[in-house]
């Protein structure tokens, strides 16, 4: 089964920063939107962004606007998210994701997934 590889969790406390990333096999088509989620322990998966191919087509979820950026290396098919300004709450598992059927903001409608990478914030 083809699988996205996230990388970059860790420990950092609030107010810091970190960056992730997320490689996707040559299997996946460059084209295809990839998104990112997460999931705190007793929560529901929940959209955190979405990239689309062409540079300007990112779309943040509300908890996270402001503070996080998406980007796509498309020749080397790795988007990244960078986290600023890092707040408790922003602690869970994070996923990324690939080639959405349907809205970009449901995690139903991916095909593709990683097996996530943890982030913790300290308060």
């Known amino acids: 089964q083809v699988q996205l590889v996230e990388s970059g969790g860790g420990l950092v406390q609030a107010g810091g920063s970190l960056r992730l990333s997320c490689a996707a096999p040559g299997r996946i088509d460059s084209t295809y939107p990839m998104g990112w989620f997460r999931q705190a322990p007793g929560k529901e998966r929940e959209f955190v962004g979405v990239?689309?191919?062409?540079?300007?087509?990112?779309y943040y979820g509300d908890s996270v606007k402001g503070r996080f950026t998406i980007s796509r290396d498309n020749a080397k098919n790795t988007m990244f998210l960078q986290m600023n300004s890092l707040k408790p709450e922003d602690t869970a598992v994070y996923y990324c994701?690939?080639?959405?059927?349907?809205?970009?903001?449901?995690?139903?409608?991916?095909?593709?997934w990683g097996r996530g990478t943890q982030v913790t914030v300290s308060s």
């Open positions: 990239a689309g191919m062409k540079r300007g087509t990112e």
């Open positions: 994701a690939a080639d959405p059927d349907g809205s970009w903001r449901d995690p139903e409608a991916y095909e593709y």
